[in-house]
């Protein structure tokens, strides 16, 4: 009897099976993307695309080929070179500075690109005041900037700030269309519709954006500059790395990241795949709070730097892809110095000044973790191994990437994780923002460290306009930074990126972490 | 009908005031400041003094609770944090990708657990009673993520059939429409490109969505068929020579059905607890996949315009459910 009562069901078994059969296709035969469209896999989505508000690499990725700034990184290098403005002058005292902008620069909303403009956008920019203005606090304000004519702006410094011109490279510094307050909405300057759009005058522009889906790009036609080869790029979300690794492989993704060590691994040799690696100024470090009564003692701060396996932590977390530091500035950054001392593990030698401390017995500290960043948790299992071993305890004590941020700036951990990368190519951001005892917490000097003769050089290399001068402080600084053992210095990131063999034109620049040349890059047929 | 659909408005109001002040405190006592994020990992203290002033966040929390309270009023859900647009924006940006899941998903269940249902009352612990059990209770027991890797995994990796992720292949554009619902508006729009990657992609995650869902469905059907079997009106219809299927589909499954709707009901709540792993697993560009972005931000507005949107769907379709007992069973009546 049942057999007859689910008659209908034999009919519309067979229809939902045939459909099944017929969707599927073999793997790999996904129709190939057209030769003038660049498909870009993305782990993580773009949050805003105001270059005014936010301080994201991911959503940089996405900004920063849709506008212009004054000037530009060179090609991979951290040079600076003529962008918007095709000249400029730089006034002895190191405050002033003149740009003469180029002629004929149009928006692509049309509004033409002149000093005015310019004007617009970093007043824009300081009088909102969000994450994306931190570079200039206390430098530079809107009452600074000034139009001299049409063709000509002016930056008056509050402070000398030698790396001014560099930081005008970064994507908070894109010049942003007057235009975009006609969007304004309850004084937001146009905040709520630049969130989902752009305003710029770079080789692209936004064309869509489907959240949590995919972000398209497409090639600005009034563009002043070189035609970029790509007609499009599409940034698709795709959270799960496995998955995106297994697109790459297909072919149906033809750049992607973030993979982890092991998938790039895996991928590389796998036919039609490149994986591109160079040194970055990704830089993983240890903080030691100095609040802390025993990490406040240079020897016990000594003895811990000591303790650690860099090696050890470079082969096992890191698979060998990191080069371990040598204090505070990362190779290849201008003022990286190569004889500065450089800690090794040495456990009796940890044991003898953890003594000489007073503390022979040893004693207990926290480690704060995002357990949330693989790395991270890797290298606390290791730190706590090796602490062990000379007498320190230490307790490992995840929170959420909000309430670590919380805890950091409020002092409240022993010993924390931490990653820093540049905004704009100095080593001021690896000095004054670490080191400088007014930035205590989240704003850099999340060791707490002070030391008056370390804030002067700190606060007199940004002022320096002499470049010999200026290598001479940062020598100074890299020596005391490693002497008093103020960070634990870990190492620094080889980047790596993979991407399908026909994508050409890739250039590598350590300042553009996670946001590859789109204007340079084409696709072999 | 009136007085009890006024009665039931009300108690929705008080359900929602409940669930708005829970959910505000408990998103604000979480240690943890979104100021931090948003002002980035270098800010300065003034940046950050600054922008937790703009949020609003230095004043004391029944002062924020009111705020929120009166804008709410005003239809205004705020600006979400992490992306900078008014929340009802972002709300209603990633709604239909869950509506199209969600919906799909009840579907089956409905179509797949009911007639399983039946088939097991009328082959009471016989092999197809057992084999729906096993279904059924496979489907709670096996964690979602686990289930959903695993199809990943199958279907994606090792067999290259279906797609693991998003809701459209990767060279496919999405169809023009106003809807959101791709199905709908592939077909709208003619695309049938679209129209085919957007019934692959539903694919695994409706699967998954209607499995977990399915086991209360196929349970509360098979107990009440066994119960409303047993009765002598079924025996009469029997013994007139009413043919089986009129006896059990049209005589013993509609009174079988009330209790089932009930569940149903509830069971779009499962599925909308189901949709946050789903989604997250799947990379579904749903509601779910930004409540759990907007979670790990601290993102308050956003966490509660979801939370409230939700419980909004979720209280309106039991209220459905209430007025469908009427259509069903002709007996009950409001009053």
Not at chain 2, 218 to 236: A, F, H, K, N, P
């Amino acid at each position: 009897m049942a057999v007859r009562v689910f008659g209908w069901m034999r009919a519309v078994v067979p229809v939902v099976v045939a459909a099944l059969l017929a969707a599927p296709l073999p793997a790999g035969s996904a129709q190939a993307t057209p030769q003038d469209v660049l498909i870009f896999g993305s782990t993580s989505d773009v949050e805003t695309m105001d270059p005014q508000v936010t301080v994201d690499n991911i959503a940089w990725r996405a900004i920063y080929y849709c506008y212009d700034r004054l000037v530009q990184l060179k090609g991979g290098t951290t040079e600076v070179a003529p962008q918007l403005a095709e000249s400029w002058t730089i006034s002895p005292d190191g405050k002033t500075f003149t740009f003469r902008l180029r002629r004929g620069v149009k928006f692509t909303d049309g509004t033409p690109l002149d000093a005015k403009a310019v004007q617009f956008s970093f007043t824009r920019l300081l009088k909102m005041g969000k994450g994306a203005a931190g570079l200039w606090d206390g430098i530079l304000d809107a009452s600074g900037i000034t139009v001299v004519n049409p063709t000509t702006i002016r930056f008056t410094l509050k402070t000398p700030f030698a790396p001014f011109l560099g930081s005008l490279a970064t994507d908070q510094a894109s010049i942003v269309s007057p235009g975009v307050m006609k969007h304004e909405t309850g004084g937001d300057m146009g905040q709520a519709w630049l969130a989902g759009n752009s305003a710029g005058s770079g080789p692209f522009r936004l064309k869509e954006w489907r959240r949590g889906e995919r972000l398209v790009l497409e090639r600005n036609p009034i563009y002043w500059g070189r035609k970029p080869a790509l007609r499009q790029v599409i940034i698709r979300n795709i959270p799960d790395p496995a998955v995106l690794r297994d697109l790459l492989e297909r072919g149906e993704v033809d750049m992607g990241e973030t993979l982890t060590d092991d998938q790039l691994d895996a991928l590389k040799g796998k036919p039609g795949i490149t994986v591109f690696e160079a040194p970055s100024f990704l830089v993983t470090y240890l903080y030691l709070n100095n609040k802390n009564p025993y990490l406040s003692k240079v020897k016990v701060r000594q003895a811990i730097s000591y303790a650690i396996d860099y090696a050890g932590i470079i082969r096992g977390v890191k698979k060998g892809r990191a080069v371990q530091m040598r204090g505070p500035i990362p190779q290849g950054m201008a003022g990286h110095d190569k004889t500065v001392f450089q800690y090794t593990r040495n456990v009796a030698r940890a044991r003898q000044l953890l003594a000489e401390a007073g503390y022979p017995q040893g004693f207990e500290l926290g480690l704060l973790i995002d357990p949330g960043i693989r790395e991270w948790a890797d290298i606390a299992t290791i730190v706590q191994a090796n602490l062990a071993e000379v007498g320190i305890k230490v307790k490992i004590e995840g929170f959420a990437r909000p309430t670590m941020r919380a805890k950091l700036d409020k002092a409240d951990f022993d010993m924390a994780t931490g990653f820093w990368t540049p905004d704009y190519p100095d080593a001021d951001m690896f000095t004054w923002f670490w080191f400088y005892s007014k930035n205590g917490g989240l704003a850099g000097n999340r060791s707490f460290y002070v030391n008056p003769q370390m804030d002067r050089l700190v606060v007199a290399q940004r002022q320096e306009t002499d470049p010999a001068k200026r290598l001479a402080l940062f020598r100074q600084i890299q020596k005391i930074a490693v002497e008093d053992a103020v960070y634990v210095y870990l190492h620094q990131a080889i980047y790596r990126i993979p991407m399908r063999e026909r994508v050409q034109g890739y250039v590598y620049n350590p300042m553009l972490l996670f946001m590859p040349n789109f204007n340079g890059i084409s696709k072999r047929p | 009908m009136a007085h009890f659909l006024a009665r039931r408005l009300l108690l929705q109001l008080v359900v929602f005031a409940g669930v708005l002040v829970l959910t505000f405190l408990i998103s604000h006592v979480i240690p943890g400041d979104p100021a931090l994020l948003r002002a980035g990992p270098k800010a300065s203290a003034e940046t950050i003094a600054k922008i937790r002033r703009d949020m609003g966040l230095d004043r004391p929390l029944p002062t924020q609770l009111a705020v929120y309270v009166r804008e709410l009023l005003r239809g205004d859900l705020g600006t979400s944090i992490r992306t900078q647009r008014p929340v009802i924006a972002d709300i209603a940006e990633h709604f239909p990708a869950t509506f199209e899941l969600t919906t799909i998903s009840l579907l089956v269940v409905v179509a797949a657990g009911i007639p399983l249902g039946v088939l097991s009352a009328v082959r009471k612990d016989r092999l197809p009673d057992h084999l729906s059990r096993v279904v059924a209770i496979s489907g709670v027991s096996l964690p979602v993520f686990w289930l959903g890797l695993l199809l990943i995994y199958i279907f994606f990796v090792r067999l290259g059939w279906l797609p693991g992720t998003g809701r459209l292949d990767m060279g496919v554009d999405p169809p023009p429409g106003l809807t959101g619902l791709y199905l709908v508006d592939s077909i709208a729009a003619l695309d049938w490109e679209a129209l085919r990657s957007t019934v692959r992609h539903l694919l695994l995650p409706v699967f998954l969505l209607s499995y977990v869902s399915l086991a209360p469905v196929v349970r509360m059907v098979r107990s009440s068929m066994l119960e409303v079997l047993g009765q002598d009106y079924i025996r009469t219809a029997r013994a007139k020579g009413l043919a089986e299927r009129l006896v059990l589909y049209r005589h013993a499954l509609r009174n079988a059905l009330i209790p089932t709707l009930t569940v149903i009901g509830l069971s779009y709540g499962t599925l909308l607890q189901g949709a946050v792993v789903t989604e997250t697993i799947f990379a579904w560009p749903g509601m779910a996949y930004y409540a759990v972005g907007s979670m790990t931000y601290l993102d308050y507005p956003a966490v509660m315009g979801i939370t409230l949107v939700s419980a909004l769907i979720y209280t309106t379709v039991n209220l459905i459910v209430d007025l469908l007992y009427g259509v069903v069973d002709p007996r009950i009546r409001y009053d």
